[in-house]
C-alpha cells in the first residue's frame, strides 16, 4: 500500500472532523441568537403586534435580560409560549427562557427552574362595564360563567377554592376577552396586570371588580438544574431594578391602564 505524506493525512482529519465540530457548536442552530418565551396575545406584558414586532413589560424583562446575557434585540429570536405549553418549551430546549407572566409555584419547580421573581401581582376579575351583580369572586357562585386559561395558575385557584363555579378554560386569554365581549361568558379571571392590559385597549368596554383574591410572583422559567443561567438571569433582574430601568419599563407598559407602579420584589437567591 502506498504511503500517504503526514500532511496530506492532517489536511483530510481536518476536513473530516470540522463538519462535525460545526454541528457540535451550534446544535443544529444559529448559537449567535437566543431563543425567549413570552405571550403573544396579552396588551401591556406580551403582546406580537401586526407588524412582527414584540412589546409589553414581560417583553422589556426578556431583552434587558437578554442584552445582559451578551445578546443584543436584534439576537433575539422570540417564540410563542402559551400556558400550558410553557414546561415542555424549556423542558425540550426549544426556549433559553420564559418572561410570561409566569407564577412561580411549588408544582412547576418541580419541572423547571425559576429565577426572579421580578413581578408581583394578583388575580382579579374582568366583567362588562354594564354589569352590577358581579362583585367578586364569591357571586360567581350565583349560575355565572368564568373564563380562565388551561393550565393556568388562575384557573387551578378556582377549582381549588370555588368548586361550583362555571369554569370555562380557553387557550388564551385574548380568546377569554372576546367571549366576554360576546356575552358568551360573564367574566374573565386572572391576573390584575394582565385584566388591565386587556381594559386600557378597550375603554370603556370592560372593568376591574372585586379585591384580588391570590397572590401570584412572577419569575422567569429556565431549564432545572442550570443554576448558572439562573444567577445570571438574577444578577441582570437585579441591576434592572437598581438602575431604574424596572420602574420605567412598568410605567410605559402598564401605567396607561391606571395601574400604580409597585416596587419590586426581591430576588430570590
Do not use: H
Request: hydrophobic share 35%; aromatic share 8%; charged share 25%.
Amino acid at each position: 500500500m502506498p504511503s500517504v505524506p503526514f500532511k496530506l493525512v492532517g489536511t483530510l482529519a481536518l476536513a473530516i472532523a470540522l463538519p462535525f465540530a460545526a454541528t457540535a457548536c451550534g446544535g443544529g442552530g444559529d448559537s449567535s441568537k437566543i431563543v425567549i418565551g413570552t405571550k403573544y396575545d396579552q396588551p401591556g406584558l406580551g403582546q406580537k403586534k401586526p407588524d412582527g414586532t414584540m412589546s409589553g413589560f414581560d417583553v422589556d424583562v426578556a431583552k434587558y435580560v437578554a442584552n445582559e446575557l451578551g445578546y443584543p434585540e436584534d439576537k433575539i429570536e422570540w417564540k410563542e409560549a402559551p400556558s400550558p405549553q410553557r414546561e415542555t418549551l424549556i423542558q425540550n430546549g426549544q426556549v433559553e427562557y420564559i418572561v410570561g407572566t409566569y407564577s412561580i409555584t411549588d408544582a412547576r419547580k418541580e419541572k423547571v427552574d425559576f429565577a426572579g421573581p421580578y413581578l408581583l401581582t394578583g388575580q382579579s376579575l374582568l366583567v362588562r362595564a354594564d354589569n352590577n351583580d358581579i362583585t367578586g369572586a364569591a357571586s360567581l357562585e350565583n349560575n355565572k360563567k368564568l373564563c380562565s386559561v388551561s393550565g393556568s395558575t388562575p384557573a387551578q385557584n378556582i377549582k381549588d377554592k370555588y368548586p361550583k363555579v362555571q369554569l370555562q378554560q380557553f387557550d388564551t386569554y385574548s380568546a377569554c376577552v372576546d367571549a366576554l365581549k360576546n356575552g358568551v361568558i360573564d367574566a374573565v379571571t386572572t391576573d390584575e396586570v394582565i385584566l388591565a392590559g386587556f381594559a386600557a385597549q378597550s375603554p370603556g368596554t370592560f372593568k376591574i371588580v372585586g379585591d384580588t383574591f391570590s397572590e401570584e410572583r412572577y419569575g422567569i422559567g429556565l431549564k432545572k438544574g442550570d443554576t448558572e443561567l439562573r444567577k445570571k438571569i438574577n444578577d441582570a433582574l437585579e441591576k434592572m431594578e437598581s438602575s431604574g430601568a424596572w420602574k420605567e419599563a412598568f410605567e410605559r407598559n402598564l401605567g396607561p391602564a391606571g395601574i400604580q407602579t409597585p416596587a419590586p420584589p426581591a430576588v430570590d437567591r
